[in-house]
């Protein structure tokens, strides 16, 4: 027996909304601290776990040379 799954636009675009708030919600409970640095080496986000363990927000190292 085959199954088959049909997801139209909007469930698509509402299972990606829900995906992201996961994500988010990960990142912003994560212990671990993170940093999401572009290929040009600048910092995008920083999880809070990284300014709480390392004391720097983004407007003090915007990129990964600083």
């Known amino acids: 027996m085959n199954a088959s799954l049909t997801i139209n636009s909007g469930q698509s675009k509402i299972l990606c909304l ?3 708030r996961r994500i988010n919600d990960f990142l ?3 212990p671990a ?3 999401f640095v572009d290929k040009d080496g ?6 809070p776990s ?3 363990i390392f004391g720097y927000t983004i407007k003090e190292i915007p990129h990964i040379d600083a």
């Open 42 to 47: 600048t910092i995008l986000e920083l999880t």
């Open 33 to 35: 601290a993170i940093a």
């Open 28 to 30: 912003e409970m994560s």
């Open 18 to 20: 829900n995906q992201t």
């Open 50 to 52: 990284f300014t709480r």
